[in-house]
């Protein structure tokens, strides 16, 4: 049988509640989806950089941890130690030491002089010209 919409629809099934029941429970379960997927980019993004990751090295039996410093000036190169950490291979580097800092201290990569690799428990908490100072007393 057709008809020619003079008839009223069959009502369906309808959720319980109020319609502004509904769109609060809506609302609400929007809210807390977006707060799930915005989490990890606001957790991720947020405290030291160098703490989560942190590229160490290792030279005769000290480990050195980087640690940002502005530019530092080179002095005598030392040998060669091992680099490791977030993610890569250990790979074989060239050190040197910081002008006015003992090897014991802090070493630094020849081909990277804005980070200084300091031993561990040394100068903690200290960055750029604060650290530098702190190594050289």
């Not at 009502?11 to 997927?37: E, F, K, N």
């Amino acid at each position: 049988m057709s008809t020619n919409g003079s008839t009223p629809r069959p009502v369906g099934r309808r959720l319980p509640g109020s319609r502004r029941t509904r769109l609060a429970v809506g609302a609400a379960t929007a809210i807390v989806i977006a707060a799930v997927l915005v989490a990890p980019v606001v957790l991720l993004g947020t405290g030291p950089k160098h703490g989560a990751c942190s590229t160490t090295i290792l030279y005769r039996g000290r480990r050195y941890v980087s640690r940002p410093s502005g530019r530092v000036v080179e002095a005598i190169a030392l040998g060669v130690g091992v680099a490791s950490g977030c993610g890569t291979k250990p790979a074989n580097v060239d050190l040197r030491t910081v002008q006015g800092v003992s090897a014991a201290r802090a070493v630094a990569l020849a081909s990277d002089s804005s980070t200084v690799y300091v031993r561990r428990g040394v100068c903690p908490g200290q960055e750029r010209e604060a650290l530098l100072a702190c190594l050289r007393a």
